[in-house]
Each structure stands twice: as structure tokens, then as C-alpha cells.
């Protein structure tokens, strides 16, 4: 289940259908096709490259967090947590300052050289969640949260914003795996504010409320969207496992049966055994 929990964290690709254009040679464009058509082992030679074209120090941040994404999605967590972590600005370094004591960036809109570090320390701590880090993920997620100014930034451009939610998933997700189900459900639920019915955050919350025998919650929070008919198959299927602990096995069926086959049923109810078990 706690893989279940991972596989949320996983990023969508946009696809192009063709190669970089005669004008868009140089290697920092063909670097960004290449992670754009899922070519991750171009990118990482492209975005080399670049980096040793490059004096800009914005420039060197984006390479060095495409390197770092390049190697994530090549399960190559090791090197992206070494590309996510070089060069990393003071003020984001975690022993710096004492926890409690992280001041927000006093702006109104990240700069792309702010943003690229961001998008590297997300990267950190996704990496170590993959490593199995979970106490690192947790700390590197919080420092995100800590340093993003989110009271700076109109709600609109803020429910948009890729770098907070990711930081609040990896931050629960963290959480979850070290049996913190309480703390977990407290980051969701503040998450939901910002993010409202985001659907990730939703499918994590039940998941976390699953994890810590509160079937009946979880339930709660699914079915009304299972009814709305926007769930997911990812929703349903947490729907169903809450359905079954609650023995509600044959509406749990009802749920999910287009997305799973019997056998991968059985397995869910095994794994929820085995949850009960851990009482």
C-alpha cells in the first residue's frame, strides 16, 4: 500500500511529435525535447553539455534539476539526489538555520533562478523517499513548504502552483511511511485548502485515514466523489479497500471491478488482513 502511496508522486509528461526545430539546436533545446519525448538518457548527455556551455547561474540551476529529473525517472535516485543537492543556495541548506526559524521569500512571484532551486530541493526529497529516506523526504519537504511564500502569492496563481502541492503530496507521503497517520492527515487537509478537491490530495487523505483504521472517514471523503462520477481509477480503488474494511465486499466489487480483476481484488483484501493485523 505504501507503494501505492509512491506511485502518486510520479510526474505526467507532456509528448511532442517532433524533434527540435533547425533553430533550436543547441544543447540546452535539444536537452528539453528530449526530456519532453521521455529520452532521459539524451537529456542527461544534452543537459552535460549545456552545462559546460553555460556561465549563467540561473541556466546552471535548470540544467543541474534536469539532470536531477533525467536520473529520477531512470530510477537512478542516487544521482539525482546528488544533481538535486549541488549547488544548493544558503538559504535553502537545512542546517543553516534552526527548524522554526526559516523566514518565507519575501516576493510576490518566484524568479526562475528561486524556482529552479525549489524544483531541486522537491527533488531531494523526492529521491530520498524512493532511497526509503523517509525522515530526510519529510525534512526537505518541510523546508519547501517553509521558504515558499505562500501568503505572498494570489490564490488563483497558488492553486496552480506545481512546486507547494508536490511538496505537500511528498511531505504526507513521508509522513504515512513512518506511521505518523495523524501528522500526515493534518498536512492533506491543510493542503486542501489551498488545493480545493484536488483529487491527488483527496485519494492520499483517505489512504492515510485507511492506514490508521479510520475506514468509515475514508469512505466518506471518496464516495462523494465516486458518485459525482470524476473519480480515478487510483480513487476507486482506494474506495473499494475502505469498502472492505468496513466488510462491504460485494459494493467494494461494484466499485472497481472494470479496473481490477478478481485476483488483484483478493490481493487488496489480503493486504487489508494484514492492515488489520497491525492493530
Known sequence: ???????????SLVACASGPGKQQTSAASRAQWAFKNAQYADAIRYYKQALLDTQDNT????????LARSNYFLSRYE????????????????????????????????????????????LAARAHMQLGHASE???????????????AIPLQILRDEPLLLNAYLVLGVALDYQQQHAQAQVVYRQALKH????????????????????????VALLLPVYEAGISTPRIRNTLAMALQQQGQTERAWQVVHEDLTEQ????????LKQLEGSK
Open 137 to 151: 523526504a519529510q525534512r526537505y519537504a518541510q523546508r519547501l513548504l517553509d521558504v515558499f511564500p505562500r501568503q
Open 1 to 11: 500500500m505504501k507503494k501505492c502511496l509512491l506511485l502518486l508522486l510520479c510526474w
Open 264 to 271: 488483484q481484488f483478493q490481493q487488496n483484501q489480503q493486504l
Open 195 to 218: 488545493f480545493l478537491g484536488h483529487l491527488k490530495l483527496k485519494n492520499n487523505l483517505a489512504l492515510s485515514l485507511l492506514f490508521d483504521h479510520q475506514a468509515g472517514q475514508a
Open 79 to 122: 544521482k539525482a539526489l546528488y544533481w538535486a543537492l549541488l549547488d544548493q543556495p544558503e538559504w535553502l541548506q537545512l542546517d543553516k538555520l534552526e527548524p522554526g526559524l526559516v523566514a518565507p521569500l519575501q516576493v510576490e512571484q518566484l524568479k526562475p533562478q528561486q524556482q529552479a532551486a525549489l524544483g531541486k530541493l522537491l
Open 59 to 66: 541556466a546552471t540551476l535548470r540544467y543541474q534539476l534536469g
